[in-house]
């Protein structure tokens, strides 16, 4: 099966500084690969989302990156706020419809102010 | 309100006494799934459903059952609960469409004592 692997596990930046995780993935037929954020004592949320067709996604302050050949993915947060202080998680699905994703261990975030 | 609920959100119990937690959409999703998240190990999944009746293994079911008798509910049930089953858990619910994001519940915060 998948297996995905997320680093670091926890990163610390000063306000307005940028953040980078990245994850590598084993299984060539996943195809899509979102990224959750979870803040301290609440449930995962998407918060960007890329497919295989595409090398990079950007939505405000936050993009994302990925290359197939290589198998792996980033995430990249610019301008960061204390209110991006979270654990954030990579996954990898088939996208067969079945939404079999496969987590990363998690990256605990804390921005400094 | 779009949501998935989760209940309780906390519960202890003794090792061997059966327990259900709810888990209930408004979304009509047909797809939903249970997750455990323990430290350093991400989100696991545990079982999922693509539809009503229609259940499968993630990957790790042990221990655990469900069941979908209605698209709306998918009940996670321990019928002989351990310490090592003591966990966060959420179940979560998408619809279908191709990279259709996955709605978290709030959680449910299990020790088996």
């Known amino acids: 099966g998948e297996n995905v692997e997320q680093h670091p596990s926890t990163l610390s930046v000063q306000e307005g500084d940028s953040a980078v995780i990245k994850c590598t993935y084993s299984d060539s037929a996943s195809n899509y690969f979102p990224w959750y954020k979870q803040e301290l004592g609440k449930r995962p949320q998407l918060i960007i989302d890329i497919r295989s067709n595409v090398g990079e996604k950007k939505d405000q302050r936050i993009a994302v990156t990925l290359n197939k050949t290589a198998k792996h993915f980033s995430l990249h947060i610019t301008e960061t706020q204390p209110e991006d202080s979270a654990v954030y998680f990579c996954?990898?699905?088939?996208?067969?419809?079945?939404?079999?994703?496969?987590f990363g261990s998690g990256t605990r975030l804390q921005v400094q102010p | 309100e779009a949501q998935v609920t989760q209940n309780p959100r906390y519960l202890i119990t003794v090792t061997g006494k059966k327990l259900t937690v709810t888990c209930s959409q408004n979304m009509n999703h047909e797809y939903m799934s249970w997750y455990r998240q323990d430290p350093g190990l991400g989100l696991r999944q545990i079982y999922y459903s693509m539809n009503v009746e229609v259940t499968d293994k993630g990957d790790v079911p042990e221990g655990y059952k469900v069941s979908r008798k209605e698209k709306r509910n998918f009940p996670l049930i321990l019928e002989s609960p351990s310490p090592n089953q003591t966990s966060l858990y959420f179940c979560?619910?998408?619809?279908?469409?191709?990279?259709?994001?996955?709605?978290f519940g709030n959680g449910t915060r299990l020790t088996v004592t």
């Open positions: 996954a990898a699905d088939m996208d067969t419809g079945r939404r079999a994703l496969t």
């Open positions: 979560a619910s998408s619809s279908r469409d191709r990279g259709s994001p996955l709605h």
